[in-house]
């Protein structure tokens, strides 16, 4: 036989968040017991991951999800963290006090611009090379400012061109 704080008798009772609970049993030989619990209800935790994370293939991108006691990620990490280095989907299953949810990110890296590039040429002294330029879709900055299809290279120095993809930009 149960007897509830509540004043039921059943198996079963209806509790509420911040109750404490208190039962007392009795046996048919008409020995008692009695137990009580304080019952706190636990939210589900939230992931607060982004939908989207979008970067370039060659800067690792961090996911970060909220705080929580344990983070299980589907490809084997347990940290709140993570450095993503590939595209595609990044599951994570997050607990706190016993609950548990799962939450995704979509991960998509696009390709760097890659070119057909000098490493190291000679020039002449006091001489101007120019350098022609593979045609679009690519746009480029040389020594700070957009060109079009070539770079003139004079002097002792160390030159640096900066590729923009154009076809890998998604508005």
Same mark, same amino acid.
């Given at each position: 036989?149960? =007897?509830w704080s509540n004043g039921d008798s059943e198996a079963f009772v209806e509790i509420l968040d911040g109750q404490i609970l208190e039962v007392g049993l009795v046996s048919?030989?008409? &020995? !008692?017991?009695?137990?009580?619990?304080?019952?706190?209800?636990?939210?589900?935790?939230?992931?607060?991951? *982004? +939908?989207?994370? $979008? #970067?370039? +293939?060659? =800067? *690792?991108?961090?996911?970060?999800?909220?705080?929580?006691?344990?983070?299980?990620?589907?490809?084997?990490?347990?940290?709140?963290?993570?450095?993503? =280095?590939?595209?595609?989907?990044?599951?994570?299953?997050? $607990?706190?006090? #016993? &609950?548990?949810?799962?939450?995704?990110?979509?991960?998509?890296?696009?390709?760097?611009? @890659?070119?057909?590039?000098?490493?190291?040429?000679?020039?002449?002294?006091?001489?101007?090379?120019?350098?022609?330029? *593979?045609?679009? *879709? !690519? +746009?480029?900055?040389?020594?700070?400012?957009?060109? $079009?299809?070539?770079?003139? @290279? !004079? #002097?002792?120095?160390?030159w640096s061109l900066t590729v923009l993809d154009l076809s890998l930009i998604h508005l």
């Amino acid at each position: 036989v149960y =007897s509830w704080s509540n004043g039921d008798s059943e198996a079963f009772v209806e509790i509420l968040d911040g109750q404490i609970l208190e039962v007392g049993l009795v046996s048919v030989e008409g &020995c !008692f017991n009695s137990y009580s619990t304080a019952i706190t209800f636990s939210p589900y935790p939230e992931a607060n991951l *982004p +939908e989207l994370v $979008e #970067g370039c +293939e060659n =800067s *690792p991108e961090q996911i970060t999800a909220a705080i929580a006691d344990t983070w299980t990620w589907e490809m084997g990490a347990d940290t709140q963290s993570i450095s993503v =280095s590939e595209s595609g989907t990044y599951v994570l299953v997050l $607990e706190s006090n #016993g &609950c548990e949810t799962a939450d995704s990110t979509e991960v998509i890296l696009y390709p760097t611009p @890659v070119i057909d590039w000098i490493e190291s040429l000679w020039i002449c002294e006091d001489s101007t090379l120019y350098l022609e330029l *593979p045609a679009e *879709p !690519f +746009e480029y900055y040389w020594l700070g400012d957009a060109v $079009e299809d070539s770079v003139a @290279v !004079f #002097g002792e120095a160390i030159w640096s061109l900066t590729v923009l993809d154009l076809s890998l930009i998604h508005l």
